[in-house]
């Protein structure tokens, strides 16, 4: 339309800029009736569609009617009649009765079309509410929103205009035109605040309740004000689990992780596809080349006939080291053979709705931060030009304000967007690794470790988190580079390359400070680790080093690599420093160069205001992504190291399930055809041409000599293995007991039922056949008690019957047990064999195969298949067998031999500890990401070592009956170990200030001071530049002296350097001091560490010990320092930036007061809040990496029982516990984000608005400086916050520090008594009234023992499950301190000598061979007291010196973590060598031989008697063979010694003693040990 057409069609004039060019501008009225009416209603047509859509679908459940939607249409009613009325109006006046009969124009169209408008788009909006009121899930609609808000916007114009007119003419000229836009303003006014609210139906209440999001109105959605309840509630009381809100449906694990599946299946399957062609592509080139060498091979040939032998051999050299290379090459490529480059689009597909989304937001947030220095701009000319109206002036203040605005909301959508779509991300992959790690095959399985598969999902998943969260400023920060260049070209032309080859120049020197920090940083990870695991194995160890008096010598190694680190450490924070002095001075540098060259190129460019400043902003813009860009680049590329690990982890192979067919027509329970099977593809088979055929209900025992395969064909018959030929058929289901017990932390009934239903009787009588009643009444929850990890709080036999029990429960068809029997005690084993799994068992008719050493059961089974080198050698019956004298007579005779001492496998000493209340867990409860895949390995690692669990460590404790607990009591006790405190609240200042103090007062304040000089001579450089501008109207047309020019560039200059200087300095201060401060606190904790009592690690999770040594070391070292700087620079930003505000207008010192403390409430707020979500995600997060480390070394149990979906179930269900705190603490960032933001806004508006009001008094120079500084704040402000919590999150690890540095010691290590020389030289020992109880608040375990023990004695101590029997020793080395009596050592009481005199003159030979990682020399004597030659004479007594001798380091050998690198016969005779090595006159033996071959102990026996003849020993027998030639016999019992005598003299009294022979199956004390033990065989 062209503007004569509007002028027709209004009646009036349309534009002419006269409206605007005066004191009093206002819109001609054409305008507001044509533009200002079409612009809302268009948007109104635009949208319809969409709602109205809605209508048009068959049957959508209609909601009940609310009274907001009932209000809604009301006055969407009222306007129709409006608009009805202005059009009767219109009529009336021209064609109605009282029309003006001499008026011969009519009135113009508008007065038509505008009410006909109107009311078509009203019936229009009253179906759009309809429509929203029917679409599902829909609680208000953004469009409609949007219009009424335009729509009002621009009715503010007509409004204005009207009145002004009225009030000029004193009367209203057209009053019932005047009074309906007045009534409709008021309607739209109201329906404006109506589709403010949500309209929430009744249905929907309560998951509103539960999940406030759903429920919240479009202004709620975009300043997070749904979250304000959740502030509010975290302000008042700390948050707990409790209080978060669920997750909305798209957040889940379950959606996210079966959108990601699906995608994933499809990117694999064109990987794969990939992959094959690549693998045809290289076979058919090396074919090809094949031929070609073989050609040339010939030629060769015929001519090396002549050649002599030399050259030859030298050929046949080459072709070997050639084969080595090829193989090498091979395994290369087989590693490398994986499916590619997958992952990354499986993620964009997943997600590309979120990511499309957030890129459209950042588009507009970069465009929009290029507005603010262009008003900044105009704000400017409008200072200096006085002649521009001063209407000009405060618009551009609203124009600030509202760019600003648009800016934030945008912002923090986009922000919310990335980082939700981070944790979705993180969320999928964890998820897969779980979902892989169920079915991977054992080829994939034996690539990694458990400690790296848990690595996967926590490291390498959180990587992927933190990228994704900035993926958009790939391609942002160079568009926002190009802007700013180009901008900055418009004002100040080619000069500005001069500030950008600054910048770029500052790129590779960052870079190459950035790799040098990177190398530093990996030798600091290096130390690091090599810390951690001395730490760690110190920890796990912590027993022997107490026992051998062995602290101190650990504690130097640990602050010897301690010392390295700090060294590398302040190696790093000088290279950070000079990296920060470099980016400090690079805005003055950046600044400086332009403005030099643009002034000195040519003497007619002269520098204002306008120009300076606004290219200022600019520069503070470019800022960002060039500091960005290179931080990015460096992450994706670790990130890409991940997505490897990743990509080759989930595209590797399952397990094969059709190696175990399920096919019912076999009539029988299991059969094995012709199969021969291998770990993985390509190793040798251990099970070869293997067939059997199991009729059902029938037992069948698998016997053979160590690794003849017995292990392997169970796993086979669960699928585990890799069949090259023939299959397995089994029908039924599956019940699996493994040799080594899985247990999980759940409560006791949990670990049996696995997840079957609870049926009251079959449960009971399931415990009584696993002899699980005893163990019941011992554990202080009954089967509610809490099993720690690993089962930790169960001895070795009572874990395997859980493990038994479990299978008995399941009622399967078909049971696999591999040698359940041996872990526990023969008696024990009988019982079980009678009950559960024999001829008479509960277990009776089922089909039951048991892989067995006990020759004792065999003649009870149906049939034995006996395995001998990976064959079945021969299949029968007990009697048939043992006729045949094949393979079966011979391992009967192997067997027969020393049943008694085979028969209690590695753990049967464990049955004698029985259940102990107070262990060390081995593995962190709350794991730092660094620290988990650590303590995982090394339990893998241990686990593979030692085949009955790592629990002995911790036995020689022991427990009374309790009294049956009261009720409250009962949870007491059901939970073994103490939930880890969590602090709460805010921390105290007095942290603070412990961490200040460490660093050195000295330090602090010179630090502070220095900041605080730079942060001034950034001011002044600044005020400065503004007065460098006004030259610019000094000297208007006139020419700018050189002398005045070379000064301002001078000083300006000199100013700039000058903050970079302080700033190194600061930063080299704050190194110093916090290097101190990590020394001190670090060798603090080490320090009292080592003098806790035992008692404390038996009641705190190693885990959690570790914790303190990794991560908040790790925070003391590196976060501390740097949020402490960040938050001081950060404050004094602030100040600085109010302090030039209130220097250009005074009267801004009245605002910051409101400001500030808005600001400080917005603050509390937010930190208590986020604070304790932070600490709700820790605490969640440890569980999913606890439960995944279980399921995989649980693996074969979950498989073989089918029960992967119900772990998954699980898996889903805590990773979602974890995500609503993480989900609400993205929110509660944003929410924090978007209200400090306004704050800053409105601080730009003010400093723009009082600029406006006081235009006439201030030099635009200052207006400026005060407005470029305003922008900056809302930044600074947002960080400040920040810091904050960061300093207030982070100083939390000092708190965590000083809690273990606090810790109550033990007596001390060195007293004023100190024993002479040689004692104890006689070595008698005397027990006096000695009672003992393991806690204050426990009952005594010890109840009034006394005794002599003569010199030289040999005293054997036996006694059932919980006598007390470790405790006596535990307490002669004092690792629990008597409650009354004592003991005498040769007439000293121990009580009064320091704990190292009382322990270094003891010796013991633990029940567990414990060894640390280090040198074979360390091992046998880390105070390095003895030579070389009395060393290697104990080797010998200990039968090592062949072996020590054979290695090439001789006892510099490397022992590796936890002794992995010896066999675990090996390592008892390690330990009998300290023994040896000690030479002292009490030998305390704790079952040593328990997990060794019957060579190593009769070795072992032979040694003791011969070298330690003149000792005084104590042995505390698990069996009683070891003790018959004992000088007296000890009995225990609750406590209290019953009976103490020779061995005869007891057996003949018929006592204790007696029954406890009898079990054994000793029937005469005189009887050699041969006899007694093939006696014991055949007892049971």
């Known amino acids: 339309m062209t503007a004569e057409a509007l002028e027709k069609y209004c009646g009036s004039i349309f534009w002419n800029s006269s409206f605007l060019q005066r004191e009093d501008p206002d819109l001609p009225v054409c305008v507001e009736q044509t533009v200002l009416v079409w612009a809302p209603l268009g948007f109104l047509w635009l949208c319809a569609p969409w709602h109205i859509a809605v209508l048009c679908r068959k049957a959508t459940p209609t909601k009940n009617l609310s009274k907001l939607y009932l209000c809604k249409q009301i006055v969407v009613g009222l306007l129709f009649l409006t608009a009805i009325a202005g059009l009767a109006v219109t009529l009336g006046e021209d064609y109605g009765p009282t029309r003006d009969t001499t008026a011969?124009?009519?009135?113009?169209?508008?007065?038509?079309?505008?009410?006909?408008?109107?009311?078509?788009?009203?019936?229009?909006?009253?179906?759009?509410?309809?429509?929203?009121?029917?679409?599902?899930?829909?609680?208000?609609?953004?469009?409609?929103?949007?219009?009424?808000?335009?729509?009002?916007?621009?009715?503010?114009?007509?409004?204005?205009?009207?009145?002004?007119?009225?009030?000029?003419?004193?009367?209203?000229?057209?009053?019932?035109?005047?009074?309906?836009?007045?009534?409709?303003?008021?309607?739209?006014?109201?329906?404006?605040?109506?589709?403010?609210?949500?309209?929430?139906?009744?249905?929907?209440?309560?998951l509103v309740k539960k999940n406030p999001e759903v429920g919240a109105a479009f202004l709620s959605r975009i300043t997070f004000n749904w979250f304000n309840s959740m502030v509010l509630n975290g302000f008042k009381r700390p948050?707990?689990?409790?209080?978060?809100?669920?997750?909305?449906?798209?957040?889940?694990?379950?959606?996210?992780?079966?959108?990601?599946?699906?995608?994933?299946?499809?990117?694999?399957?064109?990987?794969?596809?990939?992959?094959?062609?690549?693998?045809?592509?290289?076979?058919?080139?090396?074919?090809?080349?094949?031929?070609?060498?073989?050609?040339?091979?010939?030629?060769?040939?015929?001519?090396?006939?002549?050649?002599?032998?030399?050259?030859?051999?030298?050929?046949e050299k080459g072709d070997e080291n050639e084969k080595k290379e090829e193989k090498k090459k091979k395994k290369k490529e087989e590693k490398e053979d994986y499916p590619k480059s997958w992952l990354i689009p499986t993620i964009a597909t997943t997600f590309k709705g979120v990511l499309w989304e957030s890129a459209i937001f950042k588009l507009i947030t970069d465009l929009l931060s290029f507005a603010s220095p262009q008003i900044l701009k105009l704000m400017i000319s409008f200072t200096t030009d006085k002649s521009i109206y001063t209407w000009t002036g405060y618009m551009y203040a609203v124009l600030l304000i509202l760019v600003?605005?648009?800016?934030?909301?945008?912002?923090?959508?986009?922000?919310?967007?990335?980082?939700?779509?981070?944790?979705?991300?993180?969320?999928?992959?964890?998820?897969?690794?779980?979902?892989?790690?169920?079915?991977?095959?054992?080829?994939?399985?034996?690539?990694?470790?458990?400690?790296?598969?848990?690595?996967?999902?926590?490291?390498?998943?959180?990587?992927?988190?933190?990228?994704?969260?900035?993926?958009?400023?790939?391609?942002?920060?160079?568009?926002?580079?190009?802007?700013?260049?180009?901008?900055?070209?418009?004002?100040?032309?080619?000069?500005?390359?001069?500030?950008?080859?600054?910048?770029?120049?500052?790129?590779?020197?960052?870079?190459?400070?950035?790799?040098?920090?990177?190398?530093?940083?990996?030798?600091?990870?290096?130390?690091?680790?090599?810390?951690?695991?001395?730490?760690?194995?110190?920890?796990?160890?912590?027993?022997?080093?107490?026992?051998?008096?062995?602290?101190?010598?650990?504690?130097?190694?640990?602050?010897?690599?301690?010392?390295?680190?700090?060294?590398?450490?302040?190696?790093?924070?000088?290279?950070?420093?000079?990296?920060?002095?470099?980016?400090?001075?690079?805005?003055?540098?950046?600044?400086?160069?332009?403005?030099?060259?643009?002034?000195?190129?040519?003497?007619?460019?002269?520098?204002?205001?306008?120009?300076?400043?606004?290219?200022?902003?600019?520069?503070?813009?470019?800022?960002?992504?060039?500091?960005?860009?290179?931080?990015?680049?460096?992450?994706?590329?670790?990130?890409?190291?991940?997505?490897?690990?990743?990509?080759?982890?989930?595209?590797?192979?399952?397990?094969?399930?059709?190696?175990?067919?399920?096919?019912?027509?076999?009539?029988?329970?299991?059969?094995?055809?012709?199969?021969?099977?291998?770990?993985?593809?390509?190793?040798?088979?251990?099970?070869?041409?293997?067939?059997?055929?199991?009729?059902?209900?029938?037992?069948?025992?698998?016997?053979?000599?160590?690794?003849?395969?017995?292990?392997?064909?169970?796993?086979?018959?669960?699928?585990?293995?890799?069949?090259?030929k023939g299959f397995i058929n089994v029908q039924g289901s599956v019940a699996f007991v493994p040799q080594q017990a899985w247990i999980q932390n759940a409560t006791l009934r949990d670990n049996i039922l696995f997840g079957y239903p609870l049926e009251d009787s079959r449960f009971q009588a399931t415990l009584e056949a696993c002899a699980l009643g005893p163990d019941l009444e011992l554990l202080p929850g009954g089967d509610q008690t809490e099993i720690g990890e690993k089962g930790i709080n169960l001895s070795g036999g009572q874990k395997q019957r859980v493990s038994l029990a479990r299978a008995a429960y399941s009622q399967a068809d078909v049971y696999l047990l591999d040698d359940p029997l041996s872990a526990v005690d023969s008696h024990v084993g009988k019982h079980l064999f009678e009950e559960v799994v024999g001829p008479k068992g509960i277990l009776k008719d089922k089909t039951r195969i048991l892989v067995t050493h006990g020759v004792s059961f065999l003649p009870y089974v149906d049939e034995i298949v006996v395995l001998k080198e990976g064959c079945v050698s021969e299949v029968g019956s007990y009697q048939s067998l043992k006729d045949s004298k094949g393979a079966f007579s011979e391992f009967l005779d192997t067997y027969a031999k020393d049943e008694g001492k085979k028969h209690t496998d590695p753990t049967s000493d464990g049955e004698?500890?029985?259940?102990?209340?107070?262990?060390?867990?081995?593995?962190?409860?709350?794991?730092?990401?660094?620290?988990?895949?650590?303590?995982?390995?090394?339990?893998?690692?241990?686990?593979r070592s030692q085949r009955n669990g790592s629990v002995r460590l911790r036995k020689n404790s022991s427990l009374k009956k309790p009294k049956p607990p009261a009720d409250d009591e009962t949870k007491k006790g059901q939970r073994l170990i103490e939930k880890e405190t969590m602090e709460t609240g805010q921390v105290k200042f007095s942290v603070y200030l412990q961490y200040l103090r460490a660093m050195g007062w000295g330090y602090s304040t010179m630090f502070f001071l220095v900041y605080f000089i730079q942060n001034v001579s950034f001011i002044g450089q600044n005020l400065w530049l503004s007065d460098w501008t006004n030259d610019a109207e000094d000297y208007y047309n006139k020419t700018y002296p050189n002398w005045k020019r070379d000064t301002r560039i001078g000083v300006f200059g000199a100013l700039g350097v000058a903050q970079g200087v302080f700033v190194f300095m600061g930063t080299l201060l704050l190194a110093n001091g916090s290097i101190n401060a990590s020394r001190i606190l670090h060798s603090r904790l080490l320090n009292n560490i080592l003098r806790v009592p035992m008692m404390f690690f038996d009641t705190t999770p190693s885990g959690r010990v570790v914790n303190r040594f990794a991560k908040d070391i790790f925070t003391v070292d590196e976060a501390i320092p740097q949020s402490f700087r960040s938050w001081i620079m950060c404050f004094l930003g602030v100040l600085g930036t109010l302090f030039v505000i209130c220097l250009a207008t005074p009267i801004f010192t009245a605002i910051i007061i409101p400001l500030a403390v808005v600001y400080y409430f917005v603050q509390r707020f937010y930190v208590a809040s986020s604070r304790q979500l932070r600490r709700l995600d820790s605490v969640s997060r440890s569980p999913i990496y606890s439960h995944f480390g279980e399921t995989v070394s649980g693996l074969s149990v979950i498989r073989a029982y089918g029960h992967q979906d119900r772990f998954l179930k699980h898996n889903e269900k805590i990773i979602d516990e974890n995500l609503k705190s993480v989900y609400l603490w993205?929110?509660?960032?944003?929410?924090?984000?978007i209200r400090l933001e306004f704050l800053g806004n409105l601080v730009v508006f003010f400093s723009a608005l009082l600029a406006v009001i006081a235009r006439d008094s201030l030099d635009s120079g200052l207006v400026g400086l005060s407005i470029s500084y305003a922008l900056n704040v809302t930044q600074t402000l947002n960080w400040l916050v920040r810091m904050t919590s960061e300093l207030e999150t982070n100083i939390v690890a000092v708190e965590r520090v000083s809690e273990y540095t606090e810790l109550e010691n033990e007596a001390d290590w060195v007293s004023g008594i100190r024993p002479p020389e040689k004692w104890p030289e006689a070595g008698r020992l005397r027990f006096e009234n000695f009672k003992v109880r393991y806690r204050p608040e426990l009952d005594l375990v010890l109840h009034g023992i006394t005794c002599d023990i003569d010199s030289t004695e040999k005293i054997g101590i036996v006694g059932r499950t919980g006598a007390g029997k470790s405790s006596l020793t535990n307490c002669l080395f004092r690792i629990i301190e008597a409650a009354e009596g004592r003991i005498l050592i040769d007439g000293t009481d121990i009580a009064t000598l320091g704990l190292h005199d009382l322990r270094t003159r003891l010796t013991i030979i633990p029940q567990d061979p414990v060894l640390f990682s280090g040198t074979l020399r360390m091992n046998l004597d880390p105070f390095e007291t003895f030579s070389d030659e009395e060393i290697w004479r104990v080797l010998e007594l200990s039968h090592l010196k062949e072996y020590v001798g054979g290695l090439q380091e001789g006892l510099t050998h490397e022992v590796s973590e936890g002794g992995e690198n010896l066999s675990i016969g090996q390592r008892q005779l390690l330990c009998l060598a300290r023994a040896l090595l000690r030479k002292s006159r009490i030998l305390i033996l704790d079952e040593a031989t328990a997990a060794v071959d019957l060579e190593t102990d009769s070795l072992i026996q032979k040694t003791i008697?011969?070298?330690?003849?003149?000792?005084?020993?104590?042995?505390?027998?698990?069996?009683?063979?070891?003790?018959?030639?004992?000088?007296?016999?000890?009995?225990?019992?609750?406590?209290?010694?019953?009976?103490?005598?020779?061995?005869?003299?007891?057996?003949?009294?018929?006592?204790?003693?007696?029954?406890?022979?009898?079990?054994?199956?000793?029937?005469?004390?005189?009887?050699?040990?041969?006899?007694?033990?093939?006696?014991?065989?055949?007892a049971l």
């Open 104 to 206: 011969t124009e009519k009135n113009p169209w508008v007065f038509y079309a505008n009410p006909i408008l109107f009311a078509v788009s009203w019936i229009l909006l009253i179906l759009c509410q309809e429509g929203v009121r029917r679409r599902e899930g829909a609680v208000d609609s953004t469009t409609l929103f949007l219009f009424w808000l335009i729509l009002v916007v621009c009715d503010v114009f007509p409004f204005q205009t009207m009145l002004r007119e009225a009030l000029r003419m004193g009367e209203i000229p057209d009053l019932p035109r005047f009074c309906l836009f007045y009534i409709s303003f008021g309607l739209e006014l109201i329906a404006l605040i109506l589709s403010a609210f949500a309209d929430v139906p009744r249905e929907a209440e309560d």
């Open 239 to 315: 948050l707990v689990q409790k209080d978060l809100w669920e997750l909305s449906e798209a957040e889940s694990t379950l959606q996210i992780s079966q959108r990601f599946q699906q995608t994933m299946q499809t990117e694999l399957k064109a990987a794969r596809a990939r992959l094959q062609t690549k693998m045809r592509k290289r076979g058919e080139e090396k074919a090809s080349k094949g031929q070609g060498e073989g050609l040339q091979n010939g030629h060769q040939n015929r001519l090396g006939k002549g050649v002599s032998q030399d050259v030859l051999m030298m050929e």
């Open 404 to 724: 600003a605005i648009f800016q934030s909301l945008f912002l923090q959508q986009y922000f919310q967007r990335c980082f939700v779509l981070g944790m979705k991300v993180k969320t999928a992959i964890m998820a897969a690794v779980y979902k892989k790690a169920l079915v991977v095959s054992n080829d994939a399985r034996k690539e990694s470790t458990v400690g790296e598969t848990v690595n996967l999902m926590s490291a390498d998943a959180h990587r992927f988190n933190d990228v994704v969260n900035f993926i958009h400023l790939l391609w942002s920060c160079p568009l926002q580079i190009a802007l700013a260049i180009a901008f900055l070209w418009i004002e100040l032309g080619p000069a500005v390359l001069a500030g950008l080859a600054v910048m770029v120049l500052m790129v590779p020197i960052n870079g190459l400070l950035a790799n040098m920090s990177k190398n530093v940083q990996i030798e600091n990870m290096r130390y690091k680790d090599k810390r951690m695991k001395i730490v760690n194995e110190m920890l796990n160890g912590i027993k022997i080093l107490k026992l051998y008096a062995w602290e101190p010598s650990f504690q130097n190694q640990v602050m010897g690599i301690r010392e390295q680190e700090l060294v590398v450490m302040r190696k790093f924070a000088y290279l950070s420093s000079v990296s920060t002095f470099v980016f400090s001075c690079a805005p003055a540098l950046v600044s400086l160069a332009t403005f030099a060259v643009f002034v000195a190129v040519d003497s007619e460019n002269v520098l204002d205001a306008g120009k300076a400043f606004t290219s200022i902003s600019l520069f503070n813009i470019l800022r960002f992504p060039l500091a960005f860009l290179p931080m990015l680049i460096a992450a994706m590329v670790q990130t890409s190291v991940s997505k490897k690990r990743l990509e080759k982890f989930l595209g590797g192979d399952d397990l094969d399930t059709n190696i175990v067919r399920h096919d019912p027509s076999f009539n029988t329970a299991v059969s094995v055809c012709n199969g021969t099977f291998a770990w993985e593809k390509h190793a040798e088979p251990v099970l070869k041409n293997v067939s059997l055929e199991i009729k059902p209900g029938k037992l069948v025992a698998v016997v053979g000599v160590v690794g003849s395969g017995k292990s392997s064909l169970i796993s086979a018959m669960l699928g585990e293995m890799h069949s090259s």
């Open 912 to 943: 004698e500890v029985g259940l102990v209340p107070d262990l060390q867990d081995p593995q962190a409860d709350t794991p730092p990401e660094d620290i988990v895949s650590m303590t995982l390995r090394r339990e893998s690692s241990i686990r």
């Open 1226 to 1233: 993205i929110i509660s960032n944003r929410w924090l984000a």
């Open 1505 to 1578: 008697r011969r070298e330690f003849s003149h000792c005084t020993v104590l042995t505390i027998a698990h069996r009683l063979h070891s003790i018959l030639d004992s000088s007296r016999v000890m009995v225990l019992d609750a406590g209290k010694i019953v009976e103490f005598d020779s061995p005869s003299t007891l057996f003949n009294k018929q006592g204790h003693f007696y029954s406890m022979a009898r079990d054994a199956g000793i029937t005469t004390v005189d009887s050699t040990a041969l006899d007694s033990t093939a006696l014991d065989s055949t």
